[in-house]
């Protein structure tokens, strides 16, 4: 995501910086907190993703952990 624009959004109390390069996207948690799990904070991290982006993740395509997560993107 070297060069891409980023894009600073909160999402129901969890802070992403998230960059969108063609049809992937990266969404990086910026904020503490006290043990995420892994299904609370892949739903914000697809939701600040799409709001970034104004496209859809692609289903079963997020990977990652709760600090650093990537998608493909659907824009069509």
Avoid: H, K, W
Avoid at 19 to 30: D, F, H, L, M, P
Avoid at 53 to 73: E, H
């Amino acid at each position: 995501m070297m060069g891409a624009d980023a894009t600073r959004l909160s999402v129901g109390g969890a802070d992403f910086t998230v960059r969108v390069n063609g049809t992937r996207a990266e969404a990086i948690r910026t904020n503490i907190m006290a043990v995420p799990s892994i299904g609370a904070i892949s739903i914000r991290a697809v939701s600040a993703m799409e709001q970034a982006s104004g496209c859809r993740v692609v289903p079963d395509s997020l990977r990652g952990d709760q600090a650093v997560m990537r998608a493909d993107l659907d824009c069509a």
